[in-house]
C-alpha cells in the first residue's frame, strides 16, 4: 500500500509563503494524479488543488493565482507552493492520491491520504 508523508508546514506570516511536499512510497508515482486537500478547526476538509498526471491543474478559487501545485516524478513527491497567504489559509493540509476516476474536487475520488501538515497564519 503506497504512504503518503507531508512536511513544510509551519508558522508564517500572512503575506508570506511556504512550500509543502508529499512523498510519497512506491514505484507508480507516475502513473497517478494527486490532490491537496486542507482542514480548518471545526470545518470539513475542503479541496484545495489538483495535478493530473500530464501535469494539467485545477484549482479552488480561493487560492488560484496565489497556490501552485507541482510534481516531480523522480522524486516521487508533489509540491504545494503557498505564496500571498492569508489567516483563513491556515488549516492542515493533506496530500491525497486521486483514484482515476470521478471529479478531482471531492474526498471519496481520493483513496491514500496523508496523515497531515499543519499550517498557522499569524495576521
Known amino acids: 500500500q503506497m504512504q503518503l508523508v507531508e512536511s513544510g508546514g509551519g508558522l508564517v506570516e500572512a503575506g508570506g509563503s511556504l512550500t509543502l511536499s508529499c512523498a510519497a512510497s512506491?514505484?507508480?508515482?507516475?502513473?497517478?494524479?494527486w490532490g491537496w486537500f486542507r482542514q480548518a478547526p471545526g470545518k470539513e476538509r475542503e479541496f484545495v488543488a489538483h495535478?493530473?498526471?500530464?501535469?494539467?491543474?485545477f484549482y479552488a478559487d480561493s487560492v488560484k493565482g496565489r497556490f501552485t501545485i507541482s510534481r516531480d516524478n523522480a522524486k516521487n513527491t508533489v509540491y504545494l507552493q503557498m505564496n500571498s497567504l492569508k489567516p483563513e489559509d491556515a488549516a492542515v493540509y493533506y496530500c491525497?492520491?486521486?483514484?482515476?476516476?470521478?471529479?478531482?474536487?471531492?474526498?471519496?475520488?481520493?483513496?491514500?491520504w496523508g496523515q497531515g501538515t499543519q499550517v498557522t497564519v499569524s495576521s
Open positions: 491525497a492520491r486521486h483514484s482515476g476516476s470521478g471529479s478531482v474536487y471531492v474526498e471519496p475520488q481520493y483513496d491514500v
Open positions: 512506491g514505484r507508480t508515482f507516475s502513473l497517478y494524479s
Open positions: 495535478i493530473e498526471w500530464n501535469r494539467r491543474t
